[in-house]
């Protein structure tokens, strides 16, 4: 009796890989790593300025997080590295740029093969000074990158999607690519749905955040997971036509219980 195979009609979509921000959680490091697991996460970003210092760490101090890690099955989506500036900023750019390295290089010896940070305010015109300053910026840590193992990957927020796919596509390709926040876009007033059009092919990680829109602020609300304007569903899809097979780190800043909104809004994204 020969094997019956049967497909479904339904467009196969892999289950997404979710990941969780470590300080969403509001815990000790290891507390952190320990909820991650038990909420269901497969990864976890770790803040490299905050929860390691990437200028102190050893090679044994490595050797730690990676058999903690491993300990709780989990392994790191991305490590944030927040600058005080951007790469467009002359005042203490070599610096910046060097902390920026050494992210890259903690980064790639932790498993992570991103590096998130805000770039900076992308210049309105093409040929300014703050443009070939971060042109050159995003260059040279690109190129670092790809000998490193771990890309640079620019947050999504402060500027339309648009601003930003020109500015990616003034630098060599592959270079640097996109953390796509959609809760950050709408907060900031643009488009998490024009964005993603214009930014799937260059994504390389993603932050899940949820928001709607506040008239009284003239801002955007970060809000749960699921209970706000982003349509997931539709980004999720964009991305997956575009092959994106990376993470999906939920964030949650304004909670009074991040843990409950976390572990709510992995069951959202499972059930997506």
Known sequence: MGLVVVFSA???VPEIKIGIQLASLRLPFKKALQTAARLGACAVE?????????????QSGIRQIRKILEDFNLRVSALTFQTRRGYGVSEDLERRLEATRQAMTVAYALGAPVVVNQIGQVPSESGELQ???LVDSLTSLGKHGERAGALLAARTGSEEGSDLKRLLDALPAGVVGVDFDPGQLMIH???????????????LHVHVRDAMRDLARGRGLEVPVGSGAVDL????????????RGDFTLQRDAADDPVGDLGAAVSYLRAL
């Open 46 to 58: 770790i803040d490299a300025r905050r929860e390691i210092q990437v200028g102190q760490l050893s």
């Open 233 to 244: 569903a539709e980004i999720l899809g964009i991305l997956d036509e575009r092959g994106y």
């Open 10 to 12: 339904r467009h196969f």
């Open 189 to 203: 007033g643009f488009s998490p749905s024009a964005a993603i059009a214009e930014l799937a092919p260059q994504v």
């Open 131 to 133: 443009w070939d300053l």
